[in-house]
């Protein structure tokens, strides 16, 4: 089930990751993302992959948006999108899953080209039974 969003809002998080985007760092793969993250407080956060030239350390767009908001007080989210110049809409990698659902759980995922191909799910329908881990803290 996806959770019930108005379109104007996935709209405006669409356009706020197209912009993040721009400031993507992807010299070694040519590929561009941009992400989007809305806090329930209403507060946007964008992020974009920043790649390393020791491959390995690379961000991707959608850690970076989390790690943001989550260094910026954020704690509750509704959406988070993703924007990449792909034919078809990218969803979010098997890592950013999982941070994704570490800090957000089950929020709604827009992901979109940037000529608008758009598809929305929610995170449990692309990360079912995901890995949780209650610590002390
Ligand atoms: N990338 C993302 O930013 N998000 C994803 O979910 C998948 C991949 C980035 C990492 C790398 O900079 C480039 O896309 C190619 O893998």
């Known amino acids: 089930m996806t959770a019930a969003l108005d379109d104007s ?7 706020a990751a197209k ?14 993302v941009g992400s989007a993250l809305l806090a329930e ?22 850690r970076t948006a989390v790690f ?8 509750k989210f509704t959406a988070v999108a993703v924007v990449t110049g792909a034919d078809l809409p990218t969803p979010p990698c098997g890592a950013c ?3 994704l659902w570490d ?5 709604v995922v827009v992901m979109s080209t940037l000529n608008g191909k758009r598809k929305v799910m929610m995170l449990s329908q692309l990360y079912p039974e995901a890995f949780e881990f209650e610590g002390p803290e």
């Open 9 to 15: 809002v996935l709209d405006s998080l669409v356009e």
């Open 19 to 32: 912009a993040a985007r721009e400031f993507a760092r992807a010299p070694y793969s040519g590929f561009k």
């Open 41 to 62: 407080d209403g507060r946007v956060f964008g992020g974009c992959n920043v790649e390393s030239a020791t491959y390995g350390l690379t961000v991707c767009g959608e």
């Open 68 to 75: 943001k908001a989550v260094s910026e007080g954020a704690r």
């Open 97 to 99: 899953r999982q941070v």
């Open 103 to 107: 800090q957000c759980r089950d929020i």
